[in-house]
């Protein structure tokens, strides 16, 4: 149980369009969903963390203009990057957490922007 | 802020060995959860182990075993009998319990390689 699925695991675009990434729970629902950030051979950096129903909450540095965060429903977050540039490629993962405070990871999407 | 410090970027152990890998982490918080993580190449984050903070007892799952000091504030991670598939990033995290909607906060990760 406790499955999160991400999609598209990859993708490529071209400079200046968006690309939008969804993290679904799908046998579960989730209070909170985070967005985390992966440059190669680094560590994860959180983005924002979504509530379903209300606004995400960015982490410093990050913009909220650029990178959308909708949290419709309980088993749905997605992730769009606006205007995307190549600084943006990077490796980007989601995590749902239920009321047991543990935390599931989809299996991340990678980004490349050209 | 909580941090995660793991000093060692790169681990070697050899096959069927033991190795320790190590986790250090800064909080003023009294409750609060602790993970291991595995990212291998595929990049999917695999939990390894938890620990409560309120319990003493070092938590273990088959060949991976921890050392937790609340007191020191250390948590470093055993994995014994080593294994060619054990050879992955691993990530220490901290993880508040005040609040459920607190993120995980990652260390650098250690590298550990496993030769035959």
């Known amino acids: 149980g406790a499955v999160v699925s991400q999609h598209p695991s990859w993708v490529i675009c071209k400079s200046g369009t968006s690309v939008k990434i969804e993290c679904r729970s799908l046998d579960f629902q989730a209070t909170t969903m985070f967005w985390y950030r992966q440059f190669p051979k680094q560590s994860l950096m959180l983005m924002a963390t979504?509530?379903?129903?209300?606004?995400?909450?960015?982490e410093q540095g990050v913009e909220k203009d650029k990178f959308l965060i909708n949290h419709a429903s309980l088993t749905l977050s997605t992730l769009t990057v606006t205007s995307a540039h190549p600084e943006d490629s990077s490796f980007y993962i989601c995590s749902a957490e239920v009321h047991t405070r543990q935390s599931h990871f989809g299996n991340g999407t990678r980004l490349t922007v050209t | 802020a909580q941090t995660v410090t793991q000093s060692q970027p790169e681990m070697s152990v050899q096959e069927a060995e033991t190795v320790t890998l190590s986790c250090t982490y800064d909080t003023s918080e009294s409750d609060y959860y602790l993970f291991w993580y595995k990212q291998p190449p595929s990049r999917q984050m695999i939990l390894v182990i938890r620990?409560?903070?309120?319990?003493?007892q070092n938590a273990t799952e088959n060949r991976f075993s921890v050392n937790f000091q609340k007191a020191a504030k250390s948590f470093s991670l055993k994995i014994s009998d080593s294994q060619l598939g054990d050879a992955a990033m691993y990530f220490c995290?901290?993880?508040?319990?005040?609040?459920?909607?607190?993120?995980?906060?990652f260390g650098k990760g250690t590298s550990l390689l496993v030769t035959p």
């Open positions: 979504s509530n379903e129903g209300s606004k995400a909450t960015y």
């Open positions: 620990q409560e903070a309120y319990k003493q």
């Open positions: 995290a901290y993880r508040s319990a005040v609040n459920s909607g607190y993120a995980l906060n």
